[in-house]
């Protein structure tokens, strides 16, 4: 099934009829994973071969704007940087826009502005289709569920399905071909006391996009067959933690997560290593601090930087061994 079918399906009338508002605008939180998701049954549809389950990063994201404006062509501004249009950071938004206004007469000024570096492994994607979809739905007037919103995030990338809602999210794989069923949930605990702390190595793109080495995984790592029941148990494993509040267990939970997500690119061929020397000593750091009994875990992905898990009890021990450490509060509100 092709990615325009799906939209036709979700949109109904709605499709392709002109907008009705000059202008709209939404906020999407990033997310961070605790419990992966690495590996596509259907790569067109972003079908997801397991489920996944995340944690939103509050006021940490993106605030997208679309005015309609008289140009022949649609003009990106990125934290005030307009983007040239030959950009694959362009051409991968105008695509995604077109699937919704066809051939219309008509373009877009788009202003981002995201409060996280894009494409650090900080899922800048995931708060950016997530903002997105929110605007054409707010543009368009389409009034579409959340759920259906979270589909549609997620046919621009994986993961955006998720931040469509704050807190802890599961995305639900889903079985149909058509993907209907896969997409995110809220979970209705809250956590006031965690705090995740963002470790930044480097802000710079990164060599290997996460669909290209996600795809080179499934296909060359001898070890994927694996990764399924892992995540099953984790998925399992990190519900109870949330719901019993038990921070080892989420944390330990998370942190075999991801190194075992980054093990399966490792086995890969040709192999892919999103570290730097910085993570591999911050590694080491973390794991020294908790052998000394600081609960401080960590989780990594498609990228050099780590995010911290820790509580807030901790916080000031946490900034003294990080002093670079930005730390975010999901259920400060
Ligand atoms: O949605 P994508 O294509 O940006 O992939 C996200 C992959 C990870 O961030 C590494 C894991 C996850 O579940 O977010």
Known sequence: MKKIEVIKSILGEHYLQAPQNQSAEAFAPTNIALVKYWGKR???LNLPVTSSLSISLDDKGAKTTFSIHDNSQDIITLN????????????????????????GEYYFDVNIEANIPVAAGLASSACGFAALVQVLNKLYGWSLSKSSLSVLARLGSGSA???IWDGFVEWHMGLRDDGMDSHGLSIKETWPELCVGLLIMQDKEKSVSSREAMQRTVVTSALYSGWSGKVDQDLSLMKNAIKHKEFELLGKTAESNAMTMHALMLSAWPPISYALPETVKAMQKIWQLRKEGLDLYFTQDAGPNLKL????????VIQENFPHVEVVRPFSK
Do not use: M
């Open 80 to 103: 005030k940087q307009v983007i040239d249009p030959a950009s694959s950071f362009a051409k991968r938004l105008t695509e995604f826009v077109n699937y919704f206004r066809g051939e």
């Open 309 to 316: 898990l820790f509580l807030q009890k901790d916080l000031s």
């Open 42 to 44: 259907n790569p067109e």
């Open 161 to 163: 399905c998720r931040s």
